[in-house]
């Protein structure tokens, strides 16, 4: 008895050792940046940063100085407090519409390839239609159609992302739902709840969730995309997608204009795939069983 | 003989396919007593697992059972779901072949133990934790405490089928159904395995039904054993007097194809010649007589009945069953 308990010590000692080896600097990097981004975006109204909507047409593209720390954009409004108003802007439609993607695509998923039949065919099928139709063209109908703001863009950016969770979570449904532990739930009395909530959902969870980080990073992009378009978020409200587009205008005379917002934009797609990735390795359980 | 516990009667399993109907099951007869040990040998494809799925009622959703499948007293195929989930768990466990696929990888030992407690035995959490960690120590795991933490990925496959038997175990069931339990562990855990589960069945006093490929395995550890083939039982007889004297050329060339320990090494094993029939067919006459070296005319044209010989509780289908003592 005493020799097994030194064993499993043992064996906790060489995971924890493992787990460490893992997470490089590039990993509390990426968690530093990601965390640095959100806290300056949650207290830009506390900061004592120059308002990032009022302009000033005698200091249009002025360079770096004390008063503007990173200089003016091509309206004399501080480019700083634009990135900053802007990070508000690319987080909450990042987090949100893969929130609603991975809720309802999720559910949707789990349902369809749980219960199979009917059910499934039509879920299968409408996403199907969903994925047919040109994604730029349906934002830009619902943004023609609803208008413009940040409550629509999150919506339909969400809506959008609904096909590929639901296709992510019924793949693993799909095969975790052969497996004998969902037998041997039923042959336990287990209810079709308990089964999905309980034995299939932590499974299913921990490819939704790497998928999710994923989605964040895209769903930054397509944010900006939509904003270089003029489709994002109306206009004295900045986005690092619409800052990127403003810029191009004078990208000859004040290149940093664009390139300010795609490098923070870069790094913090960047830092989520890293620390997706990073999470994903280390918190599967399954690494060793399979 | 006590009053049976477990009676399948008359059961056929059809499972649609795309080549036809398939009849994974074909009219089975069977009882187990409480307390009881049956053993079902067959080879694989021979219909043993989705009889034990049948009598779970956890067969395909595309698959037909027809016949009764009569437990304590009700009829499981006519059961509404409610009261047939309350049963399973209760008074119906199962352990399956394969434990690496029968706990879910990503909850501890514990949660997948302690939850099963907490829902059908309305015990508190603490109550049910030690219960559980009693559980493990029963089944002859030691440092129970520690193993409640971990992940069915962090134990051996002998550590695992006996965390399943724990779990199967945590309701005293009235049956358990051990499929295949031992298939997927090595030579060395299996007798450990199998003795395990005698012991609690024992100890609890409940009926198992115990489904190997192995006669082997069911020899001294079942007191009725029943042969399967093609879907059909094709031999049923106390064990003792089974392996005394076997009728069934089914049996017989199973048992021949066990390996010897007193061989002479490198003596080839009689392996039973052929494949077992196509099951969406229809087969005409014996579904064995194509690899039965007794076979004749008669045994391609008409189908044996399972009858009894000299003993009311040894039957067989054959219509040239082995001769004693030939």
């Known amino acids: ?290 | 003989m006590t009053e049976a516990l477990l009676s399948v009667e008359a059961v056929a399993v059809d499972l649609p396919t795309p080549r036809g109907n398939l009849r994974a099951v074909d009219r089975v007869d069977l009882t187990v007593g409480a307390g009881r040990t049956l053993g079902i040998v067959g080879e694989s494809g021979c219909g043993k697992t989705m009889l034990s799925r049948a009598i779970l009622q956890l067969l395909p959703k595309k698959a037909r059972l027809t016949g009764r499948v009569m437990f304590d007293g009700q009829d499981l195929a006519r059961l509404d779901p409610e009261r047939l989930r309350r049963l399973r768990g209760r008074s119906l466990a199962v352990v399956f072949q394969d434990p690496m696929t029968s706990l879910n990888p990503v909850l501890t030992i514990g949660t997948q133990l302690i939850e099963t407690l907490q829902e059908h035995l309305e015990l508190d959490a603490q109550a049910a934790k030690r219960r559980g960690a009693e559980l493990l120590a029963a089944v002859g795991i030691p440092a129970p405490e520690q193993r409640l933490q971990q992940y069915p990925h962090q134990l051996s496959g002998g550590m695992r089928q006996r965390v399943a038997i724990a779990i199967a175990l945590s309701c005293e069931p009235k049956l358990l159904i051990a499929d295949e339990p031992t298939t997927a562990l090595d030579v060395t855990i299996q007798a450990q395995i199998l003795d395990l589960l005698a012991r609690e069945q024992r100890r609890r006093h409940m009926a198992m039904i115990l489904i190997t490929h192995d006669l082997g395995v069911v020899a001294g550890r079942t007191d009725e054993v029943a042969v399967m083939y093609a879907g059909r039982v094709v031999e049923r007889a106390p064990t003792h007097a089974l392996f005394k004297k076997m009728r069934m050329p089914y049996t017989e060339a199973l048992l021949a194809a066990l390996p010897r320990i007193d061989a002479a090494p490198h003596t080839p094993l009689p392996a039973i010649s052929g494949r077992p029939p196509d099951p969406t067919r229809p087969i005409q006459g014996c579904s064995f007589s194509p690899r039965c070296r007794y076979a004749e005319g008669l045994c391609g044209r008409e189908k044996p009945l399972l009858t009894e010989a000299e003993s009311p509780d040894h039957q067989f289908a054959c219509f040239h069953p082995i001769v004693a003592g030939a």
Not at chain 1, 60 to 76: E, I, K, N, Q
Not at chain 1, 131 to 139: D, E, G, H, N, T
Not at chain 1, 160 to 184: C, D, H, K, N, Q
């Open chain 1, 1 to 290: 008895m005493a020799t097994l308990e030194l064993v499993i010590e043992q064996e906790a000692a060489v995971g924890s050792n493992r787990r460490r080896r893992r997470l490089g600097p590039l990993f509390w990097a990426a968690v530093a940046w990601v965390a640095f981004v959100f806290v300056v975006a949650a207290m830009a109204d506390f900061l004592p940063l120059p308002s990032s909507t009022d302009m000033d047409m005698l200091e249009r593209r002025a360079p770096f100085s004390t008063l503007h720390w990173l200089g003016t954009d091509s309206l004399g409004r501080d480019e700083l407090a634009r990135l900053v108003f802007g990070a508000r802007i690319s987080l909450t439609v990042g987090l949100c519409a893969p929130i609603i993607g991975i809720t309802i695509g999720g559910a949707l998923g789990m349902l369809a390839g749980y219960f199979r039949g009917r059910f499934e065919t039509l879920v299968v099928g409408s996403m199907d239609v969903l994925l047919a139709f040109p994604p730029l063209i349906l934002a830009l109908a619902v943004t023609a159609y609803l208008g413009q703001s940040l409550l629509n863009l999150t919506c339909i950016l969400g809506v959008l992302g609904i096909p590929a969770f639901m296709r992510v979570a019924r793949a693993s449904t799909l095969t975790l739902a052969r497996r004998e532990f969902v037998i041997a739930a039923q042959a336990l009395g287990a209810t079709h709840a308990r089964i999905l909530l309980r034995e299939l959902l932590p499974n299913v969870l921990l490819p939704l969730l790497a998928f999710f980080l994923l989605g964040v990073a895209v769903t930054i992009v397509v944010e900006g995309s939509l904003s270089f378009l003029g489709l994002g978020v109306p206009p004295p409200e900045s986005s690092w997608g619409s800052m990127i587009g403003e810029g191009r205008e004078s990208l000859e005379i004040a290149p940093r204009l664009a390139f300010l917002p795609a490098i923070a934009m870069f790094l913090t797609v960047l830092s989520f795939n890293l620390v997706g990735d990073t999470l994903r390795a280390l918190t599967d359980p399954r690494q060793g069983a399979l």
